[in-house]
């Protein structure tokens, strides 16, 4: 979603501080585990080396580490004699712990990986061990935590997704597997721990990563080449209907089983997003909402509440701006085009008013029909007219860069401590949580959109699909598929969350109990997504969007600007949609 250039936004996720999966508890308490059997077999004669155990330390901390094991090293890992030790991993092998890949065509030689059973085992008992440790070692606040597993804890937090699994058989790919994605914290963990997913999948992979603009240009262009340079492609949620409507993807229904997905899994908002005419055209890789991001500690000082309508968020923005001292009451994106034409649409979805004429439901507006192309925009309206009166009046208590601002920007100001509140995907969220000298760090809430008067709260969701290409060589759709089963896994999806991403798009990933020590944003994007306030009404994914938003950003800038009146500015960005809408291309 930012305008940054790839190479900047690379710049950008170090400065974020991507961790790895050794920082994750299954990997700390393995490491610990090792430590104390060493110690163990150094201190007591007698004491025999338990084989066994330490073949499935060495082969789960290998596959954290994404390295290839063979029988040999496995062996040599056991501190036994070689004799026992090979018969021990042969037990291993049979008792389904080990999972054999042939590495050769002949299938005579092979590596090695833990099993799903294994790494199931492994990881609760990691959990087990920690919760152990908290009750004998550590202070209060864990043993409070440790009682509540034993005893009533919540059931969903109380699970633990297992790391990534390899596939029992590599990926045959002329080339390796090819993916083009978006340049944001949650994708550059792919290109950060490529030697691990490449060991899950059992093949090379070649990411091409682009800001916004350039990654739907060059997915134009890949549709019209006779066969698809990428396997695997990124796109922003709202471009669904148009992608589907061009045939650059394939309905994942025609190459897939659904089920093996787990739709259920997703956030309700995020899988319907992926959707066209019915079908499924993606599936999604970030649910990421657009929150009121809020410094708790600026607005206790002043004693204000946290603000829950626009009412309060401009009374909240004009106590605390106080450009002497370099501080501002909101961020907001502004830059001219696609940056502010995102911010228009959510606006208006604040004031209850959806950029098209979408019928009405108990859960806000229906999107289900819209392949139909039985649409009209709904701009040019009074709550149209509430939604620009109140982007004039905030520019007020903004930072005078503003109409220059865009997602990264005002995430910059926000983490920099310039801004007291800002409009902010969880996508960036990285840049003031895994930042300790950020003023924002451990200071920040998070609430939905507020809302206009009378209308009801909505976290407008963002955040990208990974889809195959319609015009993918025959040969390489199978293989297609499972990465992308692989790359949105909730196991891959856990991974994201312990290298610095702050999306998710599953309900199992939210729950996760290490998950939800990573970030309080889980646990509030879960809360909103039961209170249906996650919503992707606001940015409808018809054809015409792309062209929406950016008459949007037009007409809106030259009306932050002064040149127009509100009113102007909606009458034109509405005739403009109209015209867009009576001849698409």
């Known amino acids: 979603m930012t305008k940054t250039s790839s190479s900047e936004m690379n710049m950008n996720v170090e400065k974020a501080g991507q961790g790895s999966p050794e920082g994750g508890d299954l990997f700390r308490v393995l490491s610990y585990l090792e430590e104390c059997t060493n110690e163990l077999e150094a201190t007591v004669d007698l004491h025999d080396p338990n084989p066994v155990f330490r073949m499935a330390l060495h082969a789960i901390k290998r596959h954290l580490e994404g390295k290839v094991m063979t029988p040999t090293s496995l062996i040599a890992a056991s501190n036994v004699p070689y004799a026992t030790a090979n018969r021990r991993l042969r037990e291993m092998i049979e008792a389904g712990l080990i999972d054999q890949r042939p590495r050769t065509r002949s299938g005579k030689r092979f590596s090695m990986h833990p099993s799903e059973k294994l790494l199931n085992q492994w990881t609760q008992m990691s959990r087990q061990v920690r919760n152990l440790a908290a009750t004998y070692f550590s202070d209060q606040s864990s ?11 919540s059931y969903m937090t109380g699970r633990t ?31 950060n721990f490529k030697r691990q997913f490449e060991q899950v999948i059992g093949t090379q992979i070649h990411q091409r990563a682009f800001s916004i603009d350039r990654l739907r240009a060059e997915a134009l262009r890949n549709a ?25 993807l394939m309905p994942l ?9 787990d739709p259920a899994d997703f956030h309700t908002a995020g899988w319907k997003a992926i959707h066209w005419g019915g079908r499924p055209y993606g599936v999604p890789a970030q649910t990421t909402p657009e929150l009121l991001l809020y410094r708790r500690d600026l607005l206790t000082a002043a004693g204000l509440e ?53 019928p009405v439901t108990s859960r806000g507006f229906d999107t289900d029909t819209l392949a139909a192309r039985d649409y009209c925009a709904t701009i040019d309206t009074e709550r149209g007219l509430m939604a620009a009166e109140y982007l004039v009046e905030l520019l007020q208590y903004a930072p005078p860069q503003t109409l220059s601002m865009s997602w990264y920007e005002r995430m910059r100001a926000y983490s920099e401590g310039h801004v007291a509140m800002a409009y902010g995907y969880t996508l960036l969220a990285p840049y003031f949580e895994l930042n300790p000298s950020s003023p924002a760090h451990g200071q920040t809430g998070y609430l939905p959109h507020p809302s206009g008067p009378g209308m009801a709260n909505v976290a407008p969701i963002g955040g990208y699909a990974m889809g195959i290409p319609a015009n993918l060589a025959p040969e390489r759709a199978a293989a297609a598929v499972e990465a992308l089963r692989v790359f949105t896994s909730p196991e891959a999806q856990k991974l994201y969350v312990q290298s610095g991403s702050r999306t998710s798009p599953r309900y199992s990933v939210g729950a996760d109990a290490e998950v939800r020590r990573a970030s309080p944003i889980f646990e509030a994007v879960d809360a909103m997504s039961w209170r249906d306030e996650l919503q992707f009404w606001p940015r409808p994914p018809i054809p015409e969007i792309t062209g929406i938003v950016q008459i949007c950003g037009e007409e809106f800038h030259d009306m932050l600007r002064g040149r127009i009146s509100p009113r102007a500015a909606l009458s034109q960005a509405q005739e403009r949609a109209d015209t867009l809408i009576a001849n698409p291309e």
């Open 143 to 153: 043993r409070e935590e440790t009682h509540d597993y034993y005893y009533g804890g």
């Open 161 to 191: 997704i297992p790391p990534i699994q390899a596939l029992s058989e590599p990926l045959k790919l002329a080339g390796g597997m090819r993916v083009l994605v978006h340049g944001d914290p949650t994708f550059m963990v792919m290109e």
């Open 224 to 248: 019209e080449r006779t066969f698809s340079r990428y396997d695997i492609i990124a796109l922003d949620l709202p471009w669904i209907g148009e992608f589907a409507e061009k045939d650059i």
């Open 253 to 261: 229904d025609e190459i897939m089983d659904m089920t093996r997905l």
């Open 306 to 358: 946290p603000p829950a309508t626009t009412g309060q968020l401009l009374d909240a923005a004009r106590e605390l701006h106080a450009p002497r001292k370099g501080l501002y009451g909101m961020a907001f994106n502004g830059a001219r085009g696609t940056a502010l034409g995102h911010t228009v649409l959510m606006t208006m979805a604040d004031f209850g008013q959806p950029v098209l004429d979408l």
